[in-house]
């Protein structure tokens, strides 16, 4: 059994930052020029694997890129730096195309329905395919919960093209698994992959690229096609306008929820009125119909615990776990509260945002005010990522400044 990447006493945004304080070396130069050899389970020593937390927001985005810069010059630093901003690119993408998250969702239950019991699927997430690197990733995913950016880009290649099964399994089999499971992320860098997300333009792993990048551990030759194909999905999403506002809760009594999505309320909760109780809410489970892994369910509900927990702690105010769909504990805690207001930070498209959507009608029924707060990070960076990744990175330098500006 392969240790996991990280575990429940990880689920901490101080455990975070010791690791960042510990891999900021890793993120200039050396970055740039290895950050693509992936030197397998255990060993990985040129990225950051600072995705658990990034992805919870225990760490934020900004201010990664401000240890990255406070240890390199920006130019050593850049191509970092232009890689944290991928994760913020696909979130501003899929937040304007709401559509793109529904239709994967129902594709992925379509397709689980038909290949319960399909033996190519079932060998494929059992990792036993005539495909060793293939397998040995499958492995390091369910025991781990991580994956190389690399060996994700190979993985889905092989699973799409070469085992040829549907791309929306194997987004929904990393779901359950990654650590890191981020709905944006994660089905556009499937799609990606699969030549749907640009155009006519598949991945194609390679057994020489596979060799190279793995410092020669995995050779599959033979094992791969070396010829992709155009997947039919004709679908075209058109960019809805974003709603960015924050509505002014000063002076209100709020009753704060907080989301896997977002546990980073440290910095945020200022801007909440007078914040007179918090309530966890773990969405884990809903990141596919099949759940989550053990790693993973561990991770994110002790990170959630430890949050509501800390947090009540330094505001000396109560806090409450709430279990999916016991929504009624919010307004039995708000009415106890006297709380006027529900606020949360805003949950971008994916499983928590469609969880978070039934409380709304909910408290909209119970007559409970409920608001959510964008943060400054993704008002600034979201209207930019309109188009392709190229254009969103030339805005980068701008949006840094803005961001210093505002903060
Ligand atoms: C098929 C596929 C599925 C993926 N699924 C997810 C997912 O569910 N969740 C997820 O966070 N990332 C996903 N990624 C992106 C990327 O692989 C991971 O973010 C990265 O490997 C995380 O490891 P790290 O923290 O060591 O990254 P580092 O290279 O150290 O980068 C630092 C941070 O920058 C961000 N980042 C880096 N590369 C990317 C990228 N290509 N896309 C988006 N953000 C990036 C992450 O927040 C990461 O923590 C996926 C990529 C592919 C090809």
Redesign the pocket.
Known sequence: MKKPLVNSSDASRGAGLSRLSRVKSRMGKQYRKN?NYDTGAGQ?KY?????PW??LRLLYEQE?INAALSAHKFCDAEK?IQ??F??TY?KGWLEMRPMVWREFTRQRDAALADFRDDTEYLMAISGNTNIECFNEWVIDLKETGYL??HA??WF?SIWIFTLRLPWVLGADF??QN?L???AA??TL??RW?AGIQTPGKIYLARAENINKFTDGRHKPVGKLVSKGFAIDDSASFNAEPLQLMNKSLRGRRTLLIVTDNDLGIDTSYKTFGEIVGVVGLDTVQFRSPKGASQNVSNFVTSAVLNTIEEFSKKKSIPARFLSPNNWTLITDFARQLGAETCVALRTPIGPTRDVLGNINTFLKLSRTEFVEHTRIWDQVSWPHATKGYFKFKGVIPKVLSSLEQNL
């Open positions: 950050r990985h990225v950051t694997t600072l995705s990034v992805s990664i970092f890689e944290v991928w994760r696909w190389h950016n994700r880009m889905a990393f779901l990654l890191d499971g981020d992320s994660n860098s499937w992959v």
